[in-house]
Nanobody
Framework: VQLQASGGGSVQTGDSLRLSCGASGLALNNVAVGWFRQAPGKEREGISCISTSAFTSYRDSVKGRFTVSRDTAKNIVYLEMNNLKPEDTASYYC?????????????????WGQGTQVTVSS
């Protein structure tokens, strides 16, 4: 199983980005998928997730700005990020858990992709 996050970049405050999480060897519609981020010197934190039944959850700091979705046909999970702020600057990772519910804690996730860097300048 391999996961790969992509779509990061350098943007300005208020801009938008869409991150993609692709997988090989795993059908993403059959598992919970989480999005995490890690800024320099900080712990990796869960920011969003989507369950197999499409239930979604968000960290308070991104609620109303970020949206997670799944494209089953393409086997991709997206993280749409709007109204980006400098404090969103981090490496972003996607991870997969087993089938069922999702959560924002790292311990439930088995497979992790390489990160994609998001830099938001003021």
């Amino acid at each position: 199983v391999q996961l790969q996050a992509s779509g990061g970049g350098s943007v300005q405050t208020g801009d938008s980005l869409r991150l993609s999480c692709g997988a090989s060897g795993l059908a993403l519609n059959n598992v919970a998928v989480g999005w995490f981020r890690q800024a320099p010197g900080k712990e990796r934190e869960g920011i969003s997730c989507i369950s197999t039944s499409a239930f979604t959850s968000y960290r308070d700091s991104v609620k109303g700005r970020f949206t997670v979705s799944r494209d089953t046909a393409k086997n991709i999970v997206y993280l749409e990020m709007n109204n980006l702020k400098p404090e969103d600057t981090a490496s972003y990772y996607c991870a997969s858990a087993g089938p069922g519910v999702c959560g924002l804690g790292r311990s439930m996730y088995d497979y992790w992709g390489q990160g994609t860097q998001v830099t938001v300048s003021s």
